[in-house]
């Protein structure tokens, strides 16, 4: 979900809230973190700031539970070596891709 930005024109502080992309032409129905205040809440239009993560620490084996180096040994065994790297590679992988 996309971050957009609002500014309380009690306070006039800025802040963001998380909201679906379907809900975004919506009034914002949450008082201002700043001040608790319910007053007029308008929308910072410079832009909306998406949050992208992942899991580093994701690998081939750990969403399989084990399961993937057991079936990349079975595959190794039908294949010409020359191709035992890429297969090993492969297990090797992280879920890391993304920056956010």
């Not at 308008?42 to 832009?47: L, P, T």
């Not at 990349?72 to 090797?92: S, V």
Request: glycine share 12%; hydrophobic share 30%.
């Amino acid at each position: 979900m996309p971050n957009y930005g609002f500014i309380c024109e009690n306070c006039g502080k800025p802040f963001e809230c998380l909201l679906s992309i379907s809900n975004r032409e919506n009034p914002l129905k949450e008082p201002c973190p700043h001040c608790l205040k319910e007053g007029k809440i308008v929308k910072d239009f410079q832009g909306i700031r998406c949050s992208l993560s992942s899991d580093a620490t994701l690998t081939p084996d750990s969403a399989t539970g084990g399961r993937w180096s057991e079936l990349m040994g079975k595959m190794k065994k039908g294949l010409a070596p020359r191709y035992h790297g890429k297969l090993d590679a492969a297990t090797n992988m992280s879920g890391r891709r993304w920056k956010g």
